[in-house]
């Protein structure tokens, strides 16, 4: 006989857009506790998601709970502007003592999009300047304006035609070194080069408002840049007057071990957008800079509707105040840095294993042919279907899908990172026995 949940995934194709509805695994569960989710088929899931970056001290803390439930019994819905509240003004404070520099005031929206979508505004606003440049391989958003600077993937543009205001330059890429010269000399100078020929040729800086980017290469695979490269293109940002966004929206709120990636990178945006963890799974976000930028912003130039919603902001009150007294952000070094001492035992086991991408608890995981050294994006999605049979939760990135995101809960242990990675090297293991086989045959 057919049960009630076998019924809703059938009729699933036609009630819910499958662009969304067909993303990988779309696994059916009906509880998430900790680091874990809970599946229909009554089997505990690892979650190394976090679902993508946004549950940093795990689903459904106590806390978190807590003051959802006591946030409603006051306030459900805003708008901010129309009405003020206790939780949005405490928030703006508490964000204004854990971000870098002068980054002290806040435009409250929903979603990362529209942190990017606000960013971009607030930038050309000011500088009444036309265009923005940004970095091929970052993802921003599948909204309109954010779209118009994301590139990770060439899919996401088909046939939208986002604004021409853009201009694109070469991200980090440490992996193109030729042989013989210093990693770290050839990107700064590469970039220095890249950002020549774009003021020479397409646009001159005097018409750029911004440049945009992600401190660490998120959707797009996971690369870690150097340090001094983002501290390159804060530089040449200040020689042209041109303002520095940087999307913190998968970096922020302890991913990367400080607060945020501009912290651990030592580089302070002019502005930030900032999501996903801010609020443990609720809908919130926050376009971020100085008093004396966002100032010029007059009333009615930008708004919302959602933003800044009263329960969301408690929640982003309780998220703060568990990262402090559980010490997140030195969990997160401590086993992000573990991790890595693992993943690279097992990449000496694995000819499919690449590079192994990592700061903090935001870890990517190559997969190649090893054949040819190539991406190996189908051979991937074997990997995590695998790794899910036996219980625990990857995703992907990367331009061809390549690289396995490995993003769990700050609140993991060494013991559940243990646990995970035991399964990854079986399931490893069981991906390239096939392609022996294969070989054989």
């Known amino acids: 006989m057919e049960n009630k949940w076998d019924h809703l995934v059938k009729n699933m194709p036609n009630r819910l857009a499958p662009s969304m509805a067909k993303d990988h695994p779309n696994l059916p569960v009906v509880k998430e506790e900790g680091c874990y989710y809970y599946g229909v ?208 929206v998968q970096t922020g709120f302890g991913r990367t071990g400080e607060w945020f990636a501009a912290q651990t990178f030592n580089v302070t945006p002019d502005i930030m957008a900032i999501a996903k963890g801010i609020a443990n799974g609720l809908p919130l976000s926050a376009t971020v800079s100085s008093s004396e930028l966002m100032k010029q912003w007059p009333l009615g130039s930008h708004g919302t509707t959602f933003g800044g919603n009263p329960i969301a902001c408690s929640v982003g009150l309780a998220v703060l105040e568990v990262m402090k007294e559980e010490n997140l952000l030195e969990n997160t070094k401590i086993m992000g840095s573990y991790a890595v001492q693992q993943l690279e035992r097992i990449k000496e086991r694995h000819s499919v294993v690449g590079s192994i991408r990592a700061v903090g608890l935001m870890i990517g995981i190559e997969v190649i042919d090893p054949k040819t050294g190539e991406p190996d994006g189908k051979g991937l999605l074997k990997i995590l279907d695998l790794a899910l049979e036996k219980g625990v939760l990857f995703y992907l990135c990367g331009n061809h899908s390549e690289v396995i995101r490995m993003i769990p809960p700050l609140i993991v242990t060494k013991e559940q990172i243990d646990e995970g990675l035991q399964i990854l090297d079986e399931a490893l293991t069981e991906y390239e026995a096939t392609l022996m086989n294969l070989v054989e045959n």
């Open 41 to 248: 088929d009554g089997k505990r899931y690892l979650d190394f998601t976090s679902g993508i970056a946004v549950t940093n001290v795990g689903h459904r803390h106590p806390k978190i709970v807590q003051a959802i439930k006591d946030a409603a019994d006051g306030l459900m819905h805003g708008p901010s502007g129309v009405i003020m509240y206790e939780t949005i003004l405490r928030l703006a404070d508490e964000l204004a003592e854990i971000l870098p520099g002068d980054l002290d005031c806040f435009f409250f929206a929903n979603s990362g999009a529209e942190a990017i979508e606000g960013a971009i505004k607030l930038a050309k606003y000011v500088t009444k300047r036309p265009y923005v440049v940004s970095f091929t391989g970052c993802f921003h958003g599948r909204s309109l304006g954010a779209l118009s600077v994301t590139t990770s993937k060439s899919k996401y543009r088909k046939f939208i035609q986002p604004s021409g205001l853009t201009y694109q330059v070469p991200y980090a890429n440490v992996k193109e070194c030729p042989k013989g010269l210093d990693p770290e000399s050839y990107v700064i100078e590469k970039l220095e080069k890249d950002f020549a020929a774009l003021f020479s040729h397409q646009v001159t800086p005097e018409e750029v408002a911004c440049v945009i980017l992600e401190p660490v290469l998120g959707e797009g695979g996971y690369i870690v840049p150097p340090k001094a490269w983002l501290k390159k293109v804060r530089e040449i940002c200040d020689r042209h007057n041109i303002l520095l966004i940087f999307d913190e």
